[in-house]
């Protein structure tokens, strides 16, 4: 499998690499400078440049594309059901932007398709680092509190949970995330159960390509 | 409580293009704004106000004027107690100030911080050059002497020097180290090794991005910095993707705790026209100041002020916010 992927920032990408091999059970091949966008909606923006350009210059078969879900409705079950569409769903949006732009590919480099491999972090990539070491962060204590009108933690207050400021160096940043993921690299079941937007990243890597 | 900021807020009355406007400073300040529209005329006046306060203070009465522009300033706890008030012959000149304090003692502590604010606006081509080694402490304000201001800080306060250096090279990983050579007329050069047997880049060979990082190395990295520092165009020759490590060199200054340095916070106006660089503020919209200019009249705005803020941020990133007008802090058309 060779890889690229799409993130927000170099510590989301440097997590990501983790992750994917750790999904994947052995090193994949990550092609080394990621695709950065600058946050919501950005990333909606650069990605149809991103596929096409993977789909007809290169040989990559996949690409990761994660971002934040910040205040915006959480994808659930329901979005799964054939035809739904939420306009406002990070991963439905994510999802329709994949399935738009390859439409009409013809075969390039022999696969049909980029396998499209999307995660959103709810509320962003601070709480999966927290998984397992937080009890109270989840999506679905994220999803309770976005229905009961009462959050149950800020984007902030997590962001301050591991790097223990509100202004972490770059350096530091990467640093403690890696610490933090440490934990899932050998298992990633706590993650899978407790953050389904974690989950849809993970089926999506392991789907067969599309040749 | 004590207070980490120096200048708490600045009134402007008939100040060129700021006729009637106040600013409330915190202590990391990112100002944007067209051009001509206050931008340096708030730094100026934090110049006039360091200036004027080095005199001693003269007899209101005799210099009392009025209609001329005027600044005045309030200053953060302690000291919330003192004004100081500017008075300009013309947009050029403020020559007298006035003091209002209950507190003679706190003026002073006030004067000694503004003794040592300093503002940049660094010049590659001066900064290139090789400086004589008098003068070496504070890096000048177009950044001349920096070959100098290096080679003092490798002299005086090695550790500083060494961390400033190893900052440099996680930046520009091409670079090796940091060369500096005495010339027979003791003027000071500096260049940047490179891996392998080549001969290290000299200085005038360096593109102007290496320069503008290095200065704001060594104003972060200066282990006695001024209590106020003004920095225009922060995001000059700099690649967009390296605007995060842009930001967090001069954080270093503002919150040092954050950085694991041991000094007090400097408080830090600093200006830029990137909208990438203001992407890099999203968490703290309470650090950006919009300058709005309406015909000849220009005013400031704090970016948190707004109450749409949250629904703003969905709809796109700050930068494109900004550049779209909807931020406001564009230059006019007609
Ligand atoms: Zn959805």
């Known amino acids: 499998m060779k890889v690229a992927l799409l993130s927000e920032s170099p510590a989301d990408e440097a997590v990501l690499r983790v992750l994917v091999d750790a999904i994947l059970g052995e090193p994949a091949k990550i092609t080394p400078a990621g695709f950065r966008a600058r946050g919501w909606p950005n990333v909606l923006q650069v990605l149809p440049a991103v596929i096409r350009h993977l789909h007809f210059n290169t040989d990559v078969d996949t690409l ?40 009409r ?3 390039a480099h022999g696969r049909l398709k980029i396998r499209r491999v999307v995660g959103v972090a709810v509320p962003a990539l601070e709480a999966w680092l927290l998984c397992g070491r937080d009890s109270d962060v989840s999506e679905a ?13 800020t984007r902030a207050e997590l962001k301050f ?18 610490r933090e993921t440490e934990r899932h690299r050998s298992d990633l079941r706590r993650l899978e159960y407790d953050f389904p937007g974690f989950a849809a990243l993970m089926k999506d890597l392991k789907s067969p390509a599309q040749t | 409580m004590h207070s980490v900021n120096v200048i708490d807020t600045v009134v402007f009355h008939n100040f060129k293009a700021l006729r009637n406007t106040s600013l409330h400073l915190s202590l990391f300040n990112l100002v944007i704004g067209p051009n001509g529209s206050g931008k340096t005329s708030l730094i100026q006046a934090l110049q006039q106000l360091r200036t004027l306060s080095q005199f001693p203070l003269g007899n209101d009465m005799i210099h009392t004027r009025s209609g001329g522009p005027e600044i005045s300033f309030t200053f953060s706890a302690p000291y919330s107690a003192v004004v100081a008030q500017l008075g300009c012959a013309s947009d050029l000149a403020c020559d007298f100030m006035r003091v209002e304090s209950r507190d003679a003692a706190a003026w002073l502590k006030v004067k000694s911080r503004l003794a040592t604010l300093r503002s940049y606006v660094l010049d590659h081509n001066a900064m290139a050059q090789s400086s004589a080694p008098v003068d070496s402490t504070a890096l000048a304000s177009n950044g001349s002497n920096l070959a100098a201001v290096l080679a003092a800080r490798r002299r005086d306060a090695p550790e500083a020097f060494a961390r400033l250096e190893a900052e440099l090279l996680r930046l520009l990983p091409e670079f090796t180290g940091i060369v500096l050579d005495e010339e027979s007329d003791q003027r000071v050069r500096f260049s940047l090794g490179i891996d392998g047997a080549g001969e290290p880049v000299r200085a005038e060979n360096l593109s102007q991005g ?3 990082l290095l200065g704001l190395l060594v104003l972060s990295f200066d282990p006695k910095p001024p209590a106020v520092v003004c920095i225009e165009e922060i995001d000059r020759g700099i690649h967009p993707r390296m605007l995060r490590e842009v930001r967090d060199v001069l954080y270093r200054l503002s919150y040092p705790a954050s950085f694991g340095e041991k000094r007090e916070p400097v408080q830090v106006i600093a200006t830029t026209h990137s909208p990438y660089m203001l992407d890099q503020f999203r968490d703290h919209p309470d650090e950006i100041v919009i300058t709005q200019k309406i015909g000849h009249e220009a005013r400031f705005e704090r970016l948190s002020d707004r109450a749409d803020l949250p629904e703003l941020l969905r709809d796109g990133t700050l930068g494109d916010m900004w550049f779209s007008g909807v931020l406001g802090g564009v230059p006019e058309e007609r």
């Open chain 1, 64 to 103: 990761v594309v994660t971002c934040d879900s910040d205040d915006s409705p959480v994808h659930t079950e329901a979005h799964e059901a054939p035809q739904y569409y939420h306009p406002h769903c990070r991963m439905c949006q994510l999802r329709a932007v994949f399935r738009q732009t390859s439409k």
């Open chain 1, 105 to 107: 590919f013809p075969t």
């Open chain 1, 141 to 153: 204590a994220w999803i309770n509190g976005q229905q009961a009108g009462r959050l149950p933690y």
């Open chain 1, 161 to 178: 949970r591991i790097y223990q400021t509100e202004r972490p160096s770059l350096p530091h940043e990467i640093e403690c995330a890696l």
């Open chain 2, 210 to 212: 290496v320069f503008y």
